[in-house]
């Protein structure tokens, strides 16, 4: 199922039955992702004056309440609303879902005792390359990535100047296979957040961070067509899929 798109002029060939999914499941269990100092994910059957919602248990359905937080759990993508005391909806601010997209591959470099994304390690990767979206692969990149338990560990972060580099090149969807763009305790400066969404000059309501995809080694750096779809939750952040088309 192939289509073409054009796009600032030029046409891009895309398969769509070739999606590339970089998002991470949730299957309420203690191997799901995490971070931010929460108990796991839960699925469970919902029970209720002697019903219990599982077919192997008698009922009819099967009926699962599920319990879990968007930025602790699961692949999810969040809007300004997040850092602003105003309440901003992420499914109400999102509302494009294509975008030219490029992939780059990181080495977080060691500053003091953290590890970080800088602006030069951006700006070699990205060039002069001009694109609505960008998503961070970290290395090492094990699949271990889909089941770390991140509270307590200070994971890899990007710099401010990184993120206002991303911001100035009119970078309005971000995606890192990290828990978040900013320090694990920083005191809550959040100066990445806050500098992507430009907190101090015009609020970029349009614009997305995304938190905790995988992208398998499988996939090459380069320029891909993003589908950013997020499920329909009036919240700040909302659990999300993100698909990248290879351009043939």
Known sequence: MQATIKHNSRNYKIDLSKPLDISIAITGTPSDVNAWYLGHPK??????????????????????????????????????????????????????FFFLAELVTVVPEK????????????????????????????????????????????????LEEAVIFL?????????????????????????GHNAFWNTQGNLRLNATITEFVYVANTIEDGTYFLNLQVAPFENDASPSRPILYKII
């Open 43 to 96: 699925i469970e059957p919902h029970v209720e004056d002697g019903f219990i919602g599982k077919v192997s248990e008698g009922s009819s359905v099967n009926f699962n309440n599920i319990w879990f937080n968007p930025h602790s759990h699961v692949t999810h993508t969040e809007c300004a609303g997040h850092i602003t005391e105003a309440f901003h909806s992420v499914n109400q601010n999102l509302r494009k």
């Open 167 to 191: 911001r100035e090149k009119n970078v309005e969807h971000l995606l890192i296979d990290l828990p978040s763009v900013d320090r694990e305790q920083d005191e809550g400066a959040l100066r």
């Open 111 to 158: 500053l003091d005792d953290d590890f970080v994304v800088s602006k030069k390690q951006l700006q070699y990767a990205l060039g002069n390359k001009k694109r609505k979206a960008v998503v961070i692969r970290t290395l090492p990149n094990l699949d271990s990535k889909k089941s770390r338990q991140y509270s307590h560990t200070n994971p890899p972060y990007l």
